[in-house]
């Protein structure tokens, strides 16, 4: 199993960004977003992040969740599969409209407004790896003061486009096994629902961003998760449902990555900041910028 590589590349650049944004100095905790496709290693990274902030002579006060902690329950995404049952992007946990934005809302505000929060958590491993929301007697609980938030996730910072531009990209689409093999209406259903999902970036007064300098990266990756689960709880996927699974993120990649390219996670709000932090396969970072939005794109390349 070959485990993200957290080295000073990774975890300094990203201290000093947290730091550049005076957490200590803000009238409410910072919130701070970080988007990276699965597998690259988010959970890990954040875990250390945590460490580090909180410890000497950073001494912050963290809380983190994933978006991943805010799916729908094993029973209702079932009912939605059920409910759509030719829409293929539908029938497991990932794509928009499987998340409970709602959830995310609440629990950012309640961390925000600096009250004692409980936080959402999900179990991958439920259900042969199709996985389950823990009963909330089990979530555990986040203790004001707060200075920093941070929220992670897979898709964080997509913003929703046009449905003539999901149409466009669908129709010039040379990326094997992605938006061809959707039907433009399913695409279309998702496209609408990660329109809610702005609800919960514009919570956020930063973006870090690991960007996969080729997201076809993520099979490897996400194989190489899924074997670690299994070697820890003894349950998971088979590598042929890892694909199937994997295969039902592409979509989102293709039609929104570029988004973040331009800084949408911020709907033109001048002044927020992102980081990015371009990968190899190997999970070792090849490049660090960083970019402020503005009327332009942040970056020129792609």
Request: proline share 6%; net charge neutral; charged share 25%.
């Amino acid at each position: 199993m070959t485990t993200p590589v957290l080295s000073d590349a990774l975890i300094s650049p990203i201290v000093a960004f947290i730091e550049s944004l005076g957490p200590k100095n803000r009238a409410k905790p910072l919130v701070l977003g970080i988007s990276g496709p699965q597998g690259s290693g988010k959970t890990t990274l954040v875990n250390h992040l945590v460490s580090k902030l909180t410890s000497a002579p950073n001494s912050l006060r963290v809380v983190s969740f994933s978006i991943d902690d805010i799916y729908l329950p094993h029973d209702e995404l079932v009912a939605l599969g059920q409910s759509n049952p030719d829409n293929k992007l539908l029938q497991h946990r990932g794509e928009p409209g499987t998340h409970d934005v709602d959830l995310g809302i609440r629990t950012i505000e309640s961390l925000l407004a600096g009250k004692p929060t409980k936080i959402p958590a999900y179990d991958k491993s439920k259900f042969d790896g199709h996985g389950d929301r823990v009963p909330v007697s089990q979530w555990t609980s986040a203790d004001p003061p707060f200075d920093v938030i941070l929220f992670e996730g897979w898709c964080v910072g997509f913003q929703a486009i046009s449905p003539s531009k999901v149409a466009e990209k669908r129709s010039t689409s040379t990326h094997p096994g992605t938006l061809t093999q959707h039907a433009l209406e399913h695409l279309l259903y998702v496209n609408q629902k990660l329109g809610d999902y702005a609800r919960i970036w514009d919570q956020f007064d930063a973006l870090v961003w690991l960007n996969a300098q080729d997201i076809c990266f993520v099979y490897a990756w996400r194989l190489q998760q899924e074997h670690a689960m299994k070697d820890a709880v003894g349950r998971g996927m088979t590598d042929d449902q890892v694909k199937n699974f994997v295969d039902g993120y592409m979509p989102a990649y293709e039609l929104y990555i570029d988004g973040l390219m331009r800084g949408e996670v911020f709907a033109g709000k001048r002044g927020k900041r992102i980081l990015r932090l371009d990968y190899g396969k190997d999970r070792k970072v090849v490049n660090v910028q960083q970019g402020e939005i503005a009327d332009r794109l942040l970056w020129s390349d792609s």
